[in-house]
């Protein structure tokens, strides 16, 4: 029978004291991420952050270890203020990054809402062009497309513009319609202006009506319906006037927004990979990133994102107005207006953007399912006429002038053939009666043509297969490897915020993998060395 051997265990008491403690920087790694996030936000001035302070009374935790808590809490997925305040009293890489201070999550939850949001932007500037400045990015390609998120708001609170203009429209008919009915009854008693002249209620204009029908019906025998309207009236209607006033001014150009968050749209959310949702409130998030780095992040209401490109760009301008910028690739077909175009033109920026149906041109099935499209036809542009499919001209019958919700003017010139009536490809041309009529906007095509040679081209092709590697990783990484599918903040700065530290965390994260890479990279060189040098060395013979 086998000795059984004895178990030896290591010496464990958690109550001994040591001689020499050891201190956290020694059980710290060289290459871990929370020395990279001390050393780049190390570099960067934050002294309009530190304005913020007023001074006097007791002292304040210092500007720059908040940030850097913030910024490397938003690294390791940890969001909430008291988790923060948790992980600065236990995780030791915290207690180093903070000093052994320790605020509160008030304290850090003040910081990043009050003071920091209003600088955010400056401190992720401030860290691209650290970026820049070791070579990791360069701006001269940058590419662009956008996600929803959805914001920390009730998705049963809702707002609706439509329904506000359908309530106003009713209140005015009905309003209408007791003023009338009032008419037939008391005509000599009644005074006022007449409801139906108003070009826009007002609540006092609707109170006095209502009083000045209820004072000329005061001594009439009426409908008891009309009776209890008008006192339902009395009761509601100003005061629901005073609340589309207040909605409509939040709308703004919107159409919808929710009324725990003021500031988020409802929008149609992906909830899974089939890309069946909902409508949800939530917020338009921009990125433009280059090498996986994030270089702009803006966010928007709009809930497409063809709006949002000019504000983009506007806003990436001033951020880099002294930094190389010469192409400009937003790969995604949703940007691709007439509007995007011209400015990206005026603006001098090399565009690669796609329009709709730009995919579909590329695929021969598309060509022979519609032979008969407008794009099909011949246009002779010295005598600015179509040429139907047997050959018959289709003459210019006038422009129409349209403005976009932007405030955009498009010009769409109209053609129409002569004698479709007899056409043996009638029926087959088109489906409409009568005269087939095309609609054409001939500066929209001229500017399509370009994009599509551009898209097509070599330098086309390789920004097209980049985009979806860029951009689509960046926002894989905010939503799988984060774990950020929801806004933790209220408002429309405050998200704003969000956003920002959200874009500053992934490029450092990405930054230690670099660096973390490297430094193996290095080390596996120099026990290269080490071991090729020992290989070398001449075997020496013991003499005993």
């Known amino acids: 029978m086998a000795s059984q051997r004895k178990v030896v265990f290591k010496d464990y008491d958690p109550s001994q004291a040591m001689l020499l403690p050891p201190s956290l920087e020694e059980l710290i790694s060289k290459t871990h991420a929370v020395r990279v996030v001390g050393s780049v936000i190390d570099q960067i001035d934050i002294g309009s ?12 935790y210092h500007p720059r270890m908040l940030l850097k808590v913030l910024v490397y809490a938003y690294l390791n997925n940890i969001y909430s203020s008291r988790k923060i305040e948790a992980a600065i009293q236990e995780n030791i890489h915290f207690m180093w990054l903070a000093g052994m201070k320790r605020p509160d999550h008030h304290t850090v939850n003040r910081f990043r809402a009050q003071r920091l949001k209003n600088h955010i932007k400056e401190v992720f500037s401030q860290v691209v062009l650290l970026l820049m400045e070791a070579g990791h990015v360069d701006l001269k390609a940058v590419y662009t497309d956008g996600t929803k998120i959805e914001a920390n708001a009730n998705k049963y609170t809702f707002v609706w513009a439509k329904s ?8 005015k008919a009905q309003l209408e319609e007791l003023w009338n009915y009032t008419q037939g009854v008391a005509a000599e008693e009644l005074q006022g ?4 002249e108003m070009e826009e209620l007002d609540p006092k204009k609707v109170a006095q009506t209502i009083d000045a029908i209820n004072a000329a019906l005061k001594d009439k025998k009426i409908d008891p319906k009309t009776k209890q309207k008008l006192s339902y009236a009395k009761r509601n209607w100003p005061d629901n006037v005073r609340k589309y006033k207040m909605q409509e001014s939040i709308l703004g150009e919107r159409g919808s927004y929710s009324k725990t968050d003021r500031g988020a749209t409802f929008m149609r959310m ?6 069946n949702g909902q409508l949800k409130a939530g917020y338009n998030v921009q990125w433009s990133t280059q090498n996986q780095f994030i270089i702009h992040y803006s966010l928007h209401q709009d809930t497409t994102d063809t709006k949002t490109l000019i504000p983009t760009t506007r806003n990436y301008k001033p951020s880099w107005a002294n930094c190389p910028k010469r192409l400009w690739s937003a790969a995604w077909r949703s940007y691709g207006s007439e509007q995007n175009y011209e400015y990206l033109e005026g603006e001098g920026v090399e565009a690669f953007v ?7 041109e590329q695929q021969k099935s598309y060509w ?30 006038g422009d129409q002038r349209s403005t976009t919700k932007a405030g955009y ?23 409409a009666k009568g005269n087939r009529i095309i609609e054409v906007n001939h500066r929209l095509n001229e500017l399509k043509a370009q994009a599509r040679e551009k898209l097509t081209s070599e330098e ?46 992934i490029n450092l994260k990405k930054l230690v993998r670099i660096l973390q890479k490297r430094a193996e990279e290095r080390l596996k060189s120099a026990l290269g060395s080490v071991l090729s040098f020992t290989r070398a060395r001449p075997q020496i013979i013991p003499i005993w």
């Open 164 to 171: 506000i203009a359908t309530n106003k429209k009713k209140m």
């Open 270 to 275: 992906k909830d899974d990979h089939m890309g």
């Open 49 to 60: 952050l530190a304005d913020t302070y007023k001074g006097g009374g007791t002292s304040s």
């Open 368 to 397: 022979e399912k519609h032979p008969f499209v407008q794009n099909r036809l011949h246009y002779n542009a010295a005598r600015n006429e179509y040429t139907c499919p047997i050959g018959q001209p289709m003459r210019h019958i």
């Open 193 to 196: 202006d007449d409801p139906g």
């Open 409 to 431: 003017v498009q010009t769409v010139s109209r053609y129409q053939a002569s004698n479709c009536a007899t056409c043996p490809m009638n029926g087959v041309c088109h489906k």
């Open 354 to 360: 796609k329009y709709n149906y730009f995919h579909r």
């Open 460 to 505: 086309g092709l390789m920004h097209r297969s980049a985009r979806p590697v860029e951009v689509e990783s960046a926002f894989g990484n905010l939503k799988q490897n984060k774990g950020f599918t929801r806004f933790m903040l209220r408002g429309l700065d405050k998200v704003a915020l969000e956003t920002g530290l959200l874009a500053t965390a």
